[in-house]
């Protein structure tokens, strides 16, 4: 009776095995050859003796032009900061078919960016800049929301990203 | 109908005054459980747009309630629950008594700890939610009564060395019995595990809110709180596989298969603990390479958790087949399901699977990218911790509370109910949050107070959440009842042990398998570990940027 449960036990274990395999392979697949990347590292924001991080924030290249600007015939660059409880810019408008690179950071506490039924999904954290590139492929209204608690109204926390 | 129970082979029994001291540190987790899941009701309810936080006694927002409910459920039911049930099971496995003083000291480190947590909870000054991710700024004894929770672990883990060392003394030659195996690898793991949340608390949060610091590293903390944040998770997980490993094939009738493997699937866990940053795929300062490496990692972690899948399996085959169960799948029905023990544990397995499917999807990270703080999330955890664990200690209160108390369960049938009721509730609940998060509804959010007109699908989802929830709540109530009236109504009995498990192949005292058994070896490559993924990021950081203020408004 052991050596049989011996025997399937190995089998179960390779079987499963091989799914993990075949997992991480499709894994590797979709970044590679689709392009979805998690988000890295890009850089940070150091206050100097005696500034606020949100002074620092402004002076810092891109913080200091908040907004969209276009960067090539379909590419944009959308550039944000939190504060608790609010994203800036409020609203953008995009048209179909734009490659976005959303780049943010927070002034205060961990707040969370993340455009409902995308893959646009970061955290952000203080001092730190994330960023985050997606092609808007359907016209909509899609909610920009922090999904990271920062504080006693954080379910008002939201922008609205228009793409006509 | 009573549990099983089987007469103990050498006659042991706990002093009664070790017994008096674990009972009252499983009951500790049993009263927080009780608070918990009352936010917890709270808290679903709010998905389905029912506010009703503002008139719960002592909690004024719902981010307060939020916060008691995964510090109380998450962090202090499960550790007292395995500072006393972990302990016991060694001191049976090994037949000898623990030493008492460290065992006093552990039970009053963890009762002050949570009173100064849950102090500082309720007097609202640290609604920081249980990652109290800095610069969130809680009230200092918030941090303390933390800090000393998880040091109760740690004297426990004292008391486990320290009674392993003397058996060892007293028995030279001889592996260490399963049961007291498992507890102890499980403890050496955790040690490890949480030096990440003790660094972070102990050195930097506590004297920060007492003002030693003037501000926090925001990413070196959520660093070192998820250096401990996913091991956790095991330590959550492998008390409840001591009892599907070791004493849910004597509750069926069954018997484990293998020894050995039980001991290498604990090995596993022990040495694939640096896998944190998978809870930070989505975070800036951290490089793709590492966030790869540890994806890979966490495929890894699969699989111990496959081996117990098989080795439970088997033992519950072998229990339904001997009480006359055949076919492929008919064994499963002649398992003892009329045993409330059992049938809790085996409904806690059932989710265990989902829970495990939704667990390797959040592991994939490019699916992670879409619910990563959505209400995926805690869909997916609810059947993991919230029930493969949660309704598996209560299943096994079902025995443990008589064992302890000497006294007869109070009502079988109405375990039976309250295990049916969380574990149907938990599946719609489930539904609801993952449907929910797939459709981007965010956690963590008193939904039932957002300002924008809701995207379509959180609304069913929110709806089932409610629904599932309540259920999840009433079954809780049930269990609850159960054990109170245990407690203070149950008949007086005579229960000799605890329902301990035979293998079917024994330990081998020669060969590779008692090398199994030099955990100073183990611990080695455990480190090394953790050392190659977190000492060149930690490394990195240095000098470290004290400077982001603290922030209350919460
Ligand atoms: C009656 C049973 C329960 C119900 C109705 C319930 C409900 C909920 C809900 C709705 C949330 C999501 C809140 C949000 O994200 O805004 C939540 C979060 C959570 N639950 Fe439960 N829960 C129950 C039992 C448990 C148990 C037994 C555990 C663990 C042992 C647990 C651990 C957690 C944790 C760790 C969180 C995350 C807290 C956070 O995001 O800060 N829950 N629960
Ligand atoms: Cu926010
Ligand atoms: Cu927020």
Redesign the pocket.
């Known amino acids: 009776m052991n050596h049989e449960a011996e025997r399937y036990e190995r089998l179960f274990l390779i079987i499963s095995g091989l799914f993990l395999v075949g997992f991480l392979i499709v894994l590797a697949y979709t970044s590679i050859h689709m392009g979805v990347m998690l988000p890295g590292k890009v850089g940070v924001i150091e206050a100097k003796a005696g500034e606020s991080l949100a002074a620092a924030v402004f002076r810092t290249p891109p913080f200091d032009h908040l907004g969209v600007k276009k960067i090539g015939p379909d590419d944009y660059e959308a550039v944000y900061f939190a504060q608790a409880w609010a994203f800036f810019p409020r609203e953008i408008d995009l048209p179909v078919g734009a490659r976005v690179k959303f780049i943010a950071t927070s002034v205060d506490v961990t707040h969370g960016f993340f455009i409902a039924g995308t893959r646009v999904n970061m955290m952000l954290l203080p001092g730190q800049i994330s960023e985050e590139t997606y092609t808007f492929r359907k016209a909509g209204k899609y909610l920009l929301l922090c999904h990271e608690?920062c504080g006693l109204l954080h379910q008002t926390m939201h922008a609205w990203v228009i793409v006509k | 109908m009573t549990t099983p129970i089987v007469a103990a082979p050498d006659g042991f029994s706990l002093p009664d005054e070790q017994r008096r001291l674990i009972k009252w540190t499983v009951y500790l987790g049993f009263i927080v459980?009780a608070v918990?899941?009352l936010?917890?009701?709270d808290?679903?309810l709010?998905?389905a747009h029912i506010d009703i936080f503002r008139f719960f006694p002592g909690m004024r927002t719902?981010y307060q309630g939020?916060?008691a409910?995964?510090v109380f459920?998450?962090i202090i039911?499960?550790f007292a629950f395995a500072n006393g049930f972990v302990a016991m099971a060694v001191a049976r496995g090994l037949g000898m008594k623990l030493n008492h003083g460290l065992l006093a000291a552990s039970f009053w480190t963890i009762l002050v700890g949570t009173l100064l947590t849950a102090g500082a909870i309720v007097n609202g000054t640290a609604s920081v939610?249980?990652?109290f991710y800095p610069p969130l700024e809680a009230s200092w004894p918030f941090y303390l009564g933390l800090a000393l929770v998880v040091i109760s672990t740690w004297i426990t883990s004292a008391n486990l060395f320290v009674t392993l060392a003397k058996f060892r003394r007293e028995h030279p030659g001889q592996r260490i019995p399963l049961l007291a195996y498992m507890g102890v690898v499980t403890y050496v793991f955790w040690d490890i595990s949480s030096l990440g949340i003790v660094v972070e608390v102990v050195v930097f949060l506590l004297p920060w809110s007492l003002g030693l610091w003037h501000g926090a590293d925001p990413l070196v903390d959520r660093t070192l709180f998820w250096f401990t944040g996913h091991p956790i998770v095991y330590f959550?997980l492998l008390p409840i596989y001591m009892s599907w490993y070791g004493m849910i094939p004597r509750q069926v009738g069954g018997a484990l298969f293998s020894d050995s493997v039980v001991r290498i699937s604990f090995l596993l866990f022990l040495i694939i603990i640096p896998i944190g940053f998978h809870h930070q795929f989505v975070d800036p300062g951290v490089s793709r390479e590492l966030k790869y490496a540890v994806a890979v990692l966490t495929f890894a972690v699969f699989v111990p958790s496959l081996m117990t899948a098989f080795s439970v399996m088997y033992a519950l085959e072998i229990g339904g087949r001997r009480a006359g169960g055949n076919g492929l799948i008919g064994w499963f029905f002649r398992i003892p399901w009329k045993d409330p023990s059992v049938c809790a544990q085996v409904l806690a397995m059932l989710a265990f699977m989902l829970g495990g499917i939704t667990g390797l999807m959040n592991a994939s990270y490019t699916m992670n990218l879409e619910i990563h703080n959505t209400?995926f999330?805690?869909g997916h955890?609810?059947l993991t911790?919230?029930?493969a664990?949660?309704l598996s200690i209560m299943g096994i209160a079902y025995w443990l509370v008589p064992y302890l108390e000497q006294k007869e369960l109070w009502s079988a049938k109405a375990g039976l109910v309250s295990s049916w009721l969380?574990f149907i509730?938990?599946l719609i609940?489930a539904r609801g949050?993952i449907s929910g998060g797939l459709a981007g509804m965010p956690?963590?959010?008193?939904?039932s107070l957002v300002p924008y007109a809701e995207p379509p699908g959180w609304r069913l989802a929110g709806i089932l959440?409610g629904v599932?929830?309540?259920l999840?709540?009433i079954?809780?109530v049930l269990f609850f009842v159960v054990i109170a009236m245990t407690v203070l109504a149950g008949k007086r009995t005579e229960i000799a042990d605890i329902p301990y498990s035979v293998t079917l192949v024994t330990p081998q005292t020669s060969g590779w398998e008692p090398g199994l058994d030099r955990l100073r070896y183990w611990i080695v490559a455990s480190v090394l570990l953790c050392v190659i993924i977190y000492g060149p990021f930690l490394a990195s950081q240095f000098p470290l940027q004290l400077n982001v203020p603290g922030f209350r408004a919460f």
């Open positions: 608690y | 459980l918990g899941v936010n917890g009701l808290q679903a709010n998905y719902y939020l916060t409910h995964g459920n998450a039911m499960t939610l249980y990652t959550w209400t999330v805690p955890f609810h911790v919230g029930t664990v949660a969380y509730g938990v609940f949050m956690r963590r959010t008193a939904i959440v599932g929830g309540s999840m709540f079954g809780a």
